[in-house]
């Protein structure tokens, strides 16, 4: 099969290196990929949204399957245009998309279909007098949500009423977040260890990969403001049986089932962020693709043929036995630009990234290009180092991941040093 994956960051870096491994795969172009993927199939540099010039190179160059990594080519029908052209893609169609593109459609859906998650309402520009009176009657903490696409930093915790307003006016006054925050919802604080769960589904049926957690806040302990991810690891040992058959039963099933009575067959990757606790799982958000640095952690633990199970739920026709989990465990630890997730500098020449290629360690870049043949960085979050073992001890795994990352260095590196300590100190 001729494939083309969509995206340039440490996800697509990680799905490129799975997909690899399959005995399908004749020819493997990314668009536009990244120094990581270079080593792995042909970088190919066209943007996203530039969708007409994609559709083209998949017809010049007889692509068998699209695979679409970041969100925001799902909601603008990137699955659309290649589907009317007849390319099979793995990832939704626009009005399924819409259940990341916008989050209240997604709460709304959940309300409909009785399908847990947090107490919310929402307000638009026009009602921001109506929210402000709805702020002076709620509980503290409470978390303000722009509505569209906003980089995974448009999640606002606001542990008072003066925190909230300005929320508020970030929202609707200062544009912060452009016109994804022209509608806002605000929701109840929920308490609880949050976990994530991938679903590949074909619309009907589906598979879930093994059990995840993301470390969104910047700083060690979940402090600080929210980031696109600050590292991540594979299995989280809060989702453990009777927690996972509940997120089937009541989460995953039902909003699967629910989107297609709705007239938006979802195909692709259903990404569920939760929040569990002794009430059981509650829907956090949904995305409509992989998570990032989840899927850095995830992928590794798959025995099997990704690609063979992406290319039959975009057939239509999924395989349930294509992938399955290796009885091991992943730690990945992501190196950021100082001062990310606000003001940072680019640029920095990143050293040492050979001495880190080792067995069971895999090196995902995510912000940067080369320049001049070196690697240099270019973005808030430069890249993960993912340490995979055959036992699930996530100690063992956590050490070696930071081992490794010891050996890369660049100018104004930061990175957590917490990551994996939850589940650690569940297991333990």
């Known amino acids: 099969m001729n494939v083309v994956l969509i995206g340039s960051g440490g996800r697509e870096h990680a799905i490129a290196d799975k997909i690899t491994e399959s005995k399908l795969l004749e020819k493997l172009f990314i668009v536009p990929g990244n120094p990581g993927t270079e080593n792995l199939g042909t ?3 066209i943007e996203p949204k530039n969708q007409n010039q994609i559709l083209e190179f998949c017809l010049q160059n007889k692509i068998d399957l699209v695979i679409v990594g ?24 626009k009005n399924a998309a819409i259940l990341e593109g916008e989050k209240s459609f997604a709460k709304n859906l ?3 279909y009785s399908i847990p998650t947090a107490d ?64 806002i919802v605000i929701e109840e604080f929920m308490e609880g260890e949050e976990a994530s769960i991938f679903a590949i589904t074909d619309g009907e049926s589906y598979v879930l990969l093994p059990s995840a957690q993301d470390h969104k806040r910047i700083f060690d302990g979940d402090k600080g403001k929210n ?9 989280a040992p809060v989702v453990n049986d009777i927690i996972l058959s509940q997120i089937e039963k009541t989460i995953i099933k039902p909003t699967i089932d629910a989107l297609k009575r709705e007239g938006r067959t979802y195909i692709g990757c259903l990404y569920c962020g939760l929040m569990i606790s002794e009430k059981g799982a509650r829907v956090v958000e949904f995305n409509c693709r992989f998570g990032d640095p989840e899927t850095q952690a995830v992928l590794p633990l798959l025995d099997g043929d990704l690609l063979e199970l992406f290319y039959s739920a975009a057939a239509g026709k999924l395989d349930s036995n294509a992938v399955k989990y290796s009885g091991g465990a992943s730690v990945c ?30 090196v995902y870049h995510a912000g940067t290009k080369l320049e001049n043949g070196k690697v240099i960085t270019s973005g808030g979050r430069v890249f993960g180092i993912t340490a995979i073992i055959k036992e699930n001890d996530l100690k063992a795994c956590k050490q070696k991941a930071y081992e490794s990352l010891l050996k890369v260095s660049f100018d104004n590196i930061y990175y957590r040093t917490d990551i994996a300590d939850k589940g650690i100190n569940r297991k333990n």
């Open 120 to 183: 919310f309402e929402i307000f638009g520009k026009a009602d921001k007098n109506k929210a402000i009176e709805f702020l002076k009657k709620i509980n503290f903490p409470t978390v303000i949500k722009a509505d569209g696409l906003a980089a995974g930093k448009g999640v606002l915790i606001c542990e008072n009423y003066e925190q909230a307003l300005d929320a508020l006016n970030d929202c609707f006054s200062k544009d912060v977040f452009g016109a994804a925050g022209d509608k």
């Open 110 to 112: 959940m309300k409909k």
């Open 227 to 235: 980031t696109g991810g600050m590292g991540a690891y594979s299995p």
């Open 70 to 93: 970041p969100e925001q080519p799902l909601v603008d029908g990137l699955s659309d245009l290649l589907r009317a052209n007849n390319i099979p893609v793995f990832g939704p169609n």
């Open 43 to 45: 970088n190919v540099n």
């Open 333 to 362: 630890i992501v190196a950021a630009s100082k001062g990310y997730p606000d003001a940072y500098k680019k640029g920095y020449e990143v050293k040492g990234l050979d001495s880190a290629f080792e067995p069971g360690i895999k």
